[in-house]
C-alpha cells in the first residue's frame, strides 16, 4: 500500500476536507516533505490544471497521482448524474469525461463522490438509480479507454441517501456490465454507516479501488477513535495495493494533519 494527501484547487471547497489548499506547486512540495507517495488533486475542472506544469512538479519531488476528484462539478455548478433535467446529466457526465481523460494521462483514476445526486422523491428511486446506473456504465468505459479504473465513492447519509453502505454499493457495481467501477471506502464515511469497517472491506474484496485514510471525525488517522490496525490487516487479506489517502481537514493545521497522518501509515503499514 501507499500512501497519498490530498490538495484542493477548489476556493469554494476551502472548508473541505482537504489538507493543502496553497496551490499544486506548494502542495506537492509539501507532501514530499511530509513524505508521500502521491497526491489527491480535486480541481475546478479538467481545465483547471495546467497539465504541463503538474507533470514538471510531480517530477521535481518524485511525486504520482493517487486520484482527482470530481466534487466541483457539485459545489460549484451544481452538475449531478442524477439530476431531473437530462440536459444537467448530461453537462454532469461531460464534466466527469474530461477529468477521467485528464487524469489517464497521469495514470490515474477520477473518483465520483458527491456529483452521484440524492433521490429527492422516494417513489423515484428505481428512475435515479437507474440514471446512476447508465451514467456508470459509461463513465467506467471512458475510464477503461484512458486504462485506469473509475472509483465510485458511497457516502454517508447527510450527504447522500443513493448508498451508504460498502456492500449495498458493491451489489449496485456488480449489476453493471462494466467491470472497471470500483469503489472508494472513505473511513469517515464507513465510520458512520458500517458496523464492522474491517469486515465490510473483506466482503467488498476485490471491488476496493481506493481508500480515504480519514478517522471518525474526518481529521488524521490517530486523533479519533478509529482503529486501524484491524482495517490495514483486512486490506491486506484481500490484496490491496492501492492508496491510503489523506482526505482530512486540516486541523489544527495542514501539517500536523499531514505528519500525523504519515505516522498513522508508517505505524499500520510500513511496520508490519
Known sequence: MKSAVTICLVPEARSGPFVFHT???????????????????????AQGVEEAALRAVLQEHGLSVAAIGTGAGWVVRKLSLTSPDAAVRAQARAFIREIIELAG????????????????????????????????????????????PFFYEPLNRYETNLFNRQEDAAEFLRTLKTRNVRLLCDLFHMAIEEADLAA???????????VHFADSNRRAIGLGH???????????????QGYLSAEILP??????AASTTMAAFRKHVRST
Open 226 to 240: 478509529t482503529d486501524a490496525g484491524p482495517i490495514v490487516a483486512a486490506l491486506r487479506e484481500v490484496g490491496y
Open 200 to 210: 465490510s472491506l473483506r466482503a467488498c474484496g476485490a471491488l476496493v479501488g481506493h
Open 23 to 45: 496551490g499544486l506547486a506548494e502542495g506537492c512540495a509539501r507532501a514530499k516533505q511530509a513524505g508521500f507517495d502521491a497526491v489527491e488533486i480535486f480541481p475546478p475542472s
Open 251 to 256: 486541523l489544527p493545521d495542514a501539517e500536523i
Open 105 to 148: 494521462r497521469f495514470g490515474a483514476p477520477a473518483i465520483l463522490g458527491s456529483m452521484q445526486g440524492r433521490v429527492d422523491d422516494p417513489a423515484g428511486r428505481t428512475q435515479v438509480l437507474g440514471w446512476l446506473s447508465e451514467a456508470l456504465e459509461e463513465l467506467g468505459e471512458a475510464a477503461a479507454e484512458a486504462g485506469v
